[in-house]
């Protein structure tokens, strides 16, 4: 799944081009894409058709277009694109729905949502008073938001005694940081990711999601992080950060701090990576 900054990639291209615009035509194929929407596609595209899309806005992982009083979710999954289409152009392979849009010039143009493993959906939800839909509320703020508060998540943090790469991708606690950024982060850190988090200090905590929010930006200004044809922005761009990457993907490697070699390990269904000399793999008592 795109972790935040290939989100954020696609929310800023769909926000240069479509914040305004008005949906004039809405075409699905298949089931899954709205299996979440239960009244089914006639509905979706009845209660979409006409509505004007205010803001693109994101949470973590989470993207949804503002129709004004209500949010259309983007669920990206494992696969999922949204992609600027011409009307004209052919239409793309995987192509699961289909949005023609008036832009506020008068222009047209069309969001496409390609989604090549099916695990992506979408799905129409009330804001409630911060403007978030439902099905995003239980999401917890991420380190780009102007609420975010780290000491509090810290604090939180601090008192479970979870190992604290898994409370990283807890997104309960704070949403966002996925897999990779998860093990790059812990790599500046000095931290092994299975130290619990009641081993550690609220401001060692504090400066580990200070990388985190750090190493995210630093892929945001590279377009993201990809390593196959999947993670793309809104015009079919690869990101170039996976150049960049200092642990992750990198096991059989040299440290570039130290020269250790890193090492891989299975963990919760993915992999880890992690220098076992500037990371020390903590002692359980």
């Not at 299975?194 to 200070?210: C, F, H, K, S, Y």
């Not at 642990?247 to 992999?271: D, I, K």
Request: glycine share 10%; charged share 25%; aromatic share 6%.
């Amino acid at each position: 799944m795109p972790e935040l900054p290939e989100v954020e990639v696609v929310r800023r291209g769909l926000a240069a081009h479509v914040t305004g615009a008005r949906i004039v035509e809405v075409s699905t194929t298949g089931s899954r894409v709205l299996r979440r929407h239960t009244p089914g596609p006639a509905d979706f595209a009845a209660r979409v058709a006409g509505r004007q899309i205010t803001a693109i806005r994101r949470r973590g992982k989470y993207l949804w277009l503002d129709l004004d009083g209500e949010g259309l979710v983007v669920h990206l999954g494992m696969s999922g694109q949204l992609l600027l289409a011409h009307p004209e152009a052919a239409r793309p392979k995987h192509l699961h729905a289909c949005f023609a849009v008036r832009a506020a010039d008068g222009g047209d143009l069309e969001v496409h949502f390609v989604d090549q493993r099916t695990f992506g959906a979408l799905v129409l939800a009330p804001l409630d008073h911060d403007g978030v839909p439902e099905p995003v509320a239980h999401i917890a703020l991420d380190p780009f938001d102007p609420d975010f508060d780290a000491r509090s998540v810290a604090r939180r943090i601090t008192q479970r005694a979870s190992g604290i790469k898994r409370q990283l991708l807890d997104q309960s606690i704070v949403s966002g940081i996925g897999n990779i950024y998860a093990d790059e982060a812990l790599w500046r850190a000095r931290i092994h990711g299975e130290r619990p988090g009641n081993r550690l200090t609220q401001p060692a905590v504090v400066r580990l999601l200070g990388h985190a929010r750090a190493v995210m930006a630093d892929a945001l200004g590279e377009g993201g992080t990809s390593f196959d044809s999947l993670y793309v922005n809104v015009n079919g761009e690869s990101g170039y950060f996976s150049r960049e990457l200092q642990a992750y993907g990198r096991g059989g490697q040299p440290c570039l701090r130290c020269g250790s070699v890193l090492v891989r390990e299975h963990f919760m269904n993915r992999s880890s990576f992690f220098c076992p000399r500037c990371q020390p793999r903590p002692r359980h008592p």
